[in-house]
Nanobody, 127 residues
């Protein structure tokens, strides 16, 4: 059974840091693209970052480049998102999601349709 469990969110002041965790079960990262998206009420999903389990390549939204870093630990079947220099506009619920094939370009393109497996984790950045 596929499961994704997100954690690590919280309340932080602007300029602070958080590290998000996405623990996966029921599949491995070998042939998937997996990433983070965020969403606020009434708005569409916004792709934040993706990493290819096939070749380790990473992709970031322009809004987070230079501040966020995505990584995976295959032994732990866990994906991380290190978020530094957080801004109030980063406030959202963050979710992890994946699709088959290992292509992040396809992950971003299919983001609106990716299946939601977890409850997300809430990040609140105060100014």
């Amino acid at each position: 059974e596929v499961q994704l469990v997100e954690s690590g969110g919280g309340l932080v002041q602007a300029g602070g840091s958080l590290r998000l965790f996405c623990v996966a079960s029921g599949f491995t990262f070998d042939d998937v693209a997996i990433g983070w998206f965020r969403q606020t009420p009434g708005r569409e999903r916004e792709g934040v970052s993706c990493i290819s389990g096939s070749d380790g390549s990473t992709y970031y939204a322009d809004s987070v480049k230079g501040r966020f870093t995505v990584s995976i630990d295959n032994a732990e079947n866990t994906m991380y998102l290190q978020m530094n220099n957080l801004k109030p506009e980063d406030t959202a619920r963050y979710y992890c999601a994946f699709n088959a094939g290992g292509f992040c370009s396809r992950w971003f393109r299919e983001l609106p349709y990716l299946e939601l497996w977890g409850q997300g984790t809430l990040v609140n950045v105060s100014s």
